[in-house]
């Protein structure tokens, strides 16, 4: 049995995605040499899905709940040290919508200049992980900053309607959640 990850507590998700991609960088590149970059890439992608929806049922697990409260909660992680700003769009028990206005993920991914191995490193978690959280839960979303667009655009609805109504009073907190 695995020792549990406890990584991210102790180093935060933006400092633990650029340790992964520096070293998944240049091993990226070598097995791209030797058995074709799509190829290699359509693994890579396959992998993190599978390793987020993994994530995401720990965390579950770990917070005994899984509602848009637990996960409001669980936002702190993703934003540590400023590495989100958020904008609420809505918040209702069982509906959490937010806009990423400022992302330092897509910021580290464009300075280490792999902004394509970061749409599968970080972005590509997204729904994999919140199928993992919460398997009635759907993400929609329509734009990323590192995909370009101006903002990421989170849109959270959570089947259940009894969810925690702790996630609308916190993520008003600020742009930190």
Request: contains cysteine; proline residues 3%; hydrophobic residues 40%.
């Amino acid at each position: 049995m695995r020792k549990p990850d406890t990584l991210t507590q102790e180093i935060g998700v933006l400092k633990r995605r650029e340790v992964e991609a520096r070293i998944l960088a240049p091993v990226i590149d070598a097995m791209g040499d030797a058995f074709g970059r799509e190829k290699v890439l359509a693994i890579l992608s396959e992998a993190i899905v599978k390793v987020a929806r993994e994530q995401g049922a720990e965390m579950a697990r770990e917070m005994g709940r899984n509602d848009a409260g637990a996960f409001v909660d669980n936002l702190e992680a993703w934003t540590r040290d400023g590495a989100l700003e958020i904008e609420t769009v809505t918040t209702r028990p069982a509906k959490v919508d937010f806009n990423v206005k400022h992302c330092r993920y897509a910021e580290m991914y464009r300075d280490l200049g792999i902004p394509e191995l970061g749409v599968i490193l970080s972005c590509n978690r997204d729904h994999a992980m919140i199928e993992g959280f919460a398997p009635d839960a759907e993400l929609k979303r329509t734009q990323t900053i590192l995909s370009g667009g101006p903002n990421c655009d989170f849109r959270y609805q959570f089947m259940d309607d009894e969810g925690d109504s702790r996630a609308a009073s916190s993520i008003r907190k600020g742009s930190q959640v």
